[in-house]
């Protein structure tokens, strides 16, 4: 069985000041923390509802002292029932065995269903009933909200993410399916076309029977057509003629309204069918834009009403891919409490602008910006000085000449003494305490490694003594402005009485020696 990662099961503690009060410990996440346990610590920590054990400056927390924590938390809160119905005092111990049963879950990850109508909206579960035996608000921002998203809104409806999941594979399903056989509207069709050709030959049948008249009767008109029988023949057949032509036209405006009548449902059914197709190819289209839309699992106008679902200095847990974290509603903006580890050493990132007020001062920090434990805008600290850097530049600079005296000597070594000789000027200009820092190792290489170590070890000393010559023209540029400003300026000179003083200005008093004239000055 592999070791177990004790790493894993404590929890950095950062210290933090939240209205007034000083010290207050947060709970830092690691690597794949469980962010709800973490997220409703927290929660309790700021309020004051809990308290870690221990030395108030204690630098990490147990994972089994958090659960213990919040079980006690848990029993506290609900172990006293106010109602006198025994029902409801029955479905109260119900549901906080349900909830300590699951509390367990609250280290691996939590099953949250959100649903889309507004941010408090989630599928209950056992999971959730902690949330609500310890009076936390459970909040999320993936909403169907504003205009752009009206008509997904009315798609979605009540659905949760699941179900949501789940219609969408139907619609698929029913997109990528390929037919089989003859519409209904295409089978009737073709058997219309059918009957029309029969209906045409019958009608031509008939003509043909009414028209059968008399052969000599026909003949004797063809010979003769002007006699007065062929006349009479003639009149006989046009009206024959004419009495089945209209009995043929009578039969197809019939037979015509008789098909139109047949037609129509067909027609209706085919036009719901179609109509009914190209909703559910939008109900899909408009699906699938909502989710890519909202790939970040929030909406602009959810952020805004999960903003308004929090109480003005409310603590809550905000859901987000899968992820808890902390908020804090004040002046009407919600803040997003950092607790990566990473900021664990910057006691000014404490937390995060998550959605901004409706109306915000002019100082508020802008989304996404990092504020201080007094909500104002996070300043980053000034730059080192240049103290600092100097001193940091000169331990590097130490370093490389370390580096360059252990290199020398071992090429020295290598060459037999050879390198020692003729470079044993530069290897004097190394100070000695360098030359002591570490003992020369025998070497392996050959020849040509040890003039590689060599060239190397010179130029870094090069640029050792060039640093150190740098540096010490600095020092006495300092020391001279330092003298300089130390020095007090020169007393001013006696002055002399009579016309002498005056003609003279401000001239040094003679010795009592000099051989020189009062007239003269020395120049």
């Known amino acids: 069985m592999a070791a177990r990662d004790d790493s894993k099961d404590f929890y950095k503690v950062k210290r933090v000041s ?29 309020r004051n509802a809990i308290a870690l054990e221990g030395s108030p400056d204690r630098p990490e927390v147990s994972h089994a002292e958090l659960m213990s924590l919040l079980a006690a938390r848990l029993l506290d ?23 300590m049963a699951v509390l367990p879950t609250l280290a691996t990850g939590l099953d949250v269903n959100v649903r889309f109508r507004h941010p408090l909206d989630f599928e209950f579960t056992a999971e959730l009933a902690v ?23 009315d798609a979605i409806g009540a659905r949760s993410y699941n179900q949501l999941m789940e219609r969408l594979i139907e619609l698929a399903t029913a997109e990528e399916a390929d037919p089989t056989s003859l519409s209904s509207s295409e089978t009737y069709a073709k058997g219309t076309k059918e009957e029309d050709t029969s209906s045409a030959e019958d009608a031509a049948l008939r003509a043909a029977l009414a028209l059968s008249l008399d052969e000599a009767a026909i003949e004797t008109v063809s010979e003769t057509p002007t006699s007065p029988t062929s006349r009479a023949v003639s009149a006989a057949l046009d009206e024959v003629v004419a009495e089945v032509s209209a009995e043929t036209a009578g039969d197809d405006k019939k037979r015509g309204d008789e098909d139109a009548d047949e037609n129509a449902p067909v027609s209706a059914a085919t036009a719901d069918e179609a109509a009914r197709d190209a909703s559910l190819r939008r109900e899909r289209f408009v699906l699938d834009a909502f989710l890519e839309s909202s790939a970040s699992q929030l909406t602009r106008a959810g952020l805004r009403d ?31 409490l950092v607790t990566d580890q990473g ?68 090429a020295a070594e290598t060459s037999g003494g050879r390198e020692r000789k003729s470079h044993a000027n530069d290897a004097d200009a190394i100070p000695e305490t360098f030359l002591r820092a570490g003992e020369p190792r025998a070497s392996a290489n050959d020849g040509a490694s040890a003039d590689a170590d060599h060239a190397l070890a010179v130029a870094l000393q090069a640029e050792y003594e060039e640093e150190r010559e740098r540096e010490e023209a600095s020092s006495r540029a300092r020391r001279a402005e330092a003298a300089a400003a130390t020095r007090p300026p020169p007393p001013p000179p006696p002055r002399r009485s009579g016309a002498s003083s005056s003609r003279r200005g401000a001239l040094p008093p003679r010795s009592k020696k000099s051989s020189y004239s009062s007239d003269c000055v020395v120049m």
């Not at 006293?80 to 549901?95: A, G, I, L, P």
């Not at 891919?321 to 997003?336: E, I, K, P, S």
């Not at 940091?392 to 000597?409: K, T």
Request: charge should be negative; aromatic fraction near 8%; proline fraction near 5%.
């Open 131 to 153: 949330f609500d035996l310890l009076d936390v608000t459970l909040v999320h921002a993936w909403v169907a909200a504003g205009p752009e998203h009206a008509e997904a809104r």
């Open 343 to 410: 900021y664990l050493s910057e006691p000014d990132v404490v937390w995060e602008t998550l959605c901004e007020a409706e109306h915000p001062k002019r100082n508020a920090a802008e989304e996404g910006a990092f504020v201080d434990a007094a909500f104002a805008p996070f300043a980053p600290r000034a730059d080192e000085s240049a103290r600092e850097r100097e001193t940091r530049r000169n331990a590097s600079a130490e370093d490389d000449a370390r580096l360059a005296a252990a290199l020398l000597a071992s």
């Open 18 to 46: 939240f209205f007034g009060r000083k010290d207050v410990p947060i709970i830092c996440q690691n690597e794949n923390g469980p962010c709800p346990l973490l997220a409703i610590a927290n929660v309790l920590l700021l």
């Open 77 to 99: 809160v609900n172990d006293k029932s106010t109602s006198r119905d025994e029902m409801v005092r029955q479905n109260q111990e119900q549901n906080l065995n349900d909830a």
């Open 306 to 336: 999960a903003r308004d679902a929090v109480k003005e200095r409310e603590l809550a847990v905000f859901f987000r891919n899968n992820h808890f974290a902390t908020v804090f509603r004040l002046d009407g903006a919600l803040y997003l």
